[in-house]
């Protein structure tokens, strides 16, 4: 495929590199990728080569100008007009960002360069440009320029050719673009959740898997509800979710194939199979099985194989494991000493120690991709909380709180994250009662809900996508 061409714009300096971008059948092409040796700089009278500092942004969110992206013809107007619109949204949703109103720009853009006097005035540091065009056969070219408006200069400059249907996808990528420029870290806009979506009586919830941008938007249902779907899981590099059904009422871990909509069981086990999640090199799932006499033990299932390995075996309920993000250590939550807490061990099983010495129970825990913090759900006098704490167990620090919320999951950059929260019911018939997810900053701000269809609980944030 011939890559595209962005125009040479009157700048020094600039350097070209094209990629390409697939997936599921989206072909995405980008050229002209403009890269300034410098990071934008928050900090008034900073040098023009500091980087945005994120705890900073959080405290004074940078004001950001976004434009709709100009049209040839009809169609291309509206594509315009949605593009800037999701990138509006998605930088503003993550609270670093302040999108200044449409009815305060001065002027409209009329040439390739911005006239920047006019977005000095109205307080943009930063500026986003973009233009559609209509290439036939229902393909665009989507182009997009990102300024640093105090010094005058274009940080980025990118073109993506697909087809019109995958102008929402291009919106997130261009939003993650943005993101990373000016904060010098990964963004987490082009991704995906899985979850549990609940509806009907409370006490005959049908309970399916289902999948959305996340966003919110592009809501579909995996599974039809014959059987409850519990705990899903995404693979980190495939489209694979690990889950656990009750089919044929049966309680076990399955195999989701997103693309051929197809579910295997992982494996024939004596127990019920619990909690599954994804090593991180695909290769392997690590659950729970439990035992005879009502505990539970870890395994880790070789999915070339499916040769099961058990790592624990302490006559307890040991559930909910998770790998760090280098694979060498796991997570878990064990009642072994007496109520539910928090453990850490080698990849092997050996090495078994507490880490959670707070007041309360300890549940649900998951490494950040970072590596740097474990996130985790607690129950104290009768409220439950959303936390983390480093792996060793310093640092704990409480989220959110509330009558019920429970299961984090991270964003791809270990940034946000992402929970369920239960509302209680007026009546035994369950008047009242909702299931939400809702996000929340790692440093407890900008707590927002997450639109659904339906009540949605037990959600799996998925990788960036490729």
């Known amino acids: 495929m011939s890559q595209p061409e962005i125009p040479a714009l009157p700048l020094p300096d600039l350097t070209t590199k094209g990629f390409a971008l697939s997936r599921r059948g989206l072909a995405v092409g980008a050229a002209a990728l403009i890269l300034p040796n410098r990071l934008y700089a928050q900090v008034a009278g900073a040098p023009v080569d500091s980087a945005i500092v994120v705890d900073r942004a959080r405290i004074d969110p940078i004001p950001i100008a976004i434009p709709a992206f100009a049209g040839g013809d ?13 990138i509006t949204n998605n930088l503003a949703r993550s ?10 720009f001065i002027g409209q853009q009329t040439g390739d360069v911005p006239v920047f006097a006019n977005w000095k005035g109205i307080g943009a540091q930063a500026l986003v440009t973009g233009r559609v065009e209509s290439q036939g056969g229902n393909k665009v070219r989507v182009e997009f320029r990102l300024w640093d408006v105090l010094p005058g200069q274009q940080i980025q400059g990118t073109a ?54 996340q966003d919110g938007e592009n809501n579909s249902f995996l599974t039809d509800g014959t059987w409850i779907a519990k705990t899903p899981r995404f693979h980190p590099s495939q489209d694979k979710v690990a889950f656990m059904s009750y089919q044929n009422n049966r309680p076990r871990v399955y195999m989701f194939d997103l693309d051929t909509k ?139 709180e509330s009558y019920y919320v429970e299961g984090p999951t991270f964003a791809p950059n270990g940034r946000v994250i992402m929970f369920w929260r239960e509302t209680p019911a007026r009546d035994n018939r369950g008047t009242g009662f909702s299931a939400r997810l809702v996000s929340v900053d790692i440093t407890g701000f900008n707590e927002r809900q997450i639109p659904t269809p339906t009540d949605a609980s037990e959600p799996s944030w998925g990788p960036l996508l490729t």
Not at 74 to 83: F, M, P, T, V
Not at 95 to 104: E, K, M, N, S, V
Not at 373 to 388: H, K, P, W
Request: hydrophobic share 35%; net charge positive; proline share 5%.
């Open 74 to 86: 009809g169609e291309a107007q509206r594509l315009g007009n949605d593009i800037a619109g999701v």
């Open 95 to 104: 609270g670093l960002f302040r999108a200044i109103d449409p009815q305060a």
């Open 160 to 213: 993506y050719s697909t087809e019109s249907v995958n102008w929402r996808r291009i919106a997130h990528i261009i939003s993650d673009v943005i993101y990373e420029r000016l904060l010098g870290e990964k963004g987490y806009f082009d991704t995906r959740i899985v979850y549990v979506a609940g509806s009907g009586p409370r006490d005959r919830r049908v309970k399916r898997l289902a999948i959305m941008d």
């Open 262 to 400: 197809r579910q295997s069981v992982l494996g024939e086990f004596n127990g019920m199979t619990l909690s599954p999640r994804f090593a991180p090199d695909g290769n392997s799932v690590i659950m729970a099985q439990s035992t005879p006499g009502g505990n539970a033990d870890i395994y880790t299932v070789d999915l070339a194989s499916r040769r099961a390995s058990r790592l624990t075996n302490s006559g307890s309920i040991d559930v909910s494991p998770c790998f760090s993000p280098d694979g060498t250590q796991i997570v878990f939550n064990s009642d072994r000493g007496g109520d539910q807490q928090l453990y850490v061990m080698n990849a092997d099983g050996s090495g078994q120690k507490r880490i959670s010495f707070g007041n309360g129970r300890y549940a649900t825990p998951v490494w950040s991709p970072r590596g740097d913090l474990i996130a985790y759900t607690r129950l104290f006098q009768n409220t439950f909380a959303i936390g983390v704490m480093r792996p060793d167990g310093s640092g704990e620090r409480i989220l959110s």
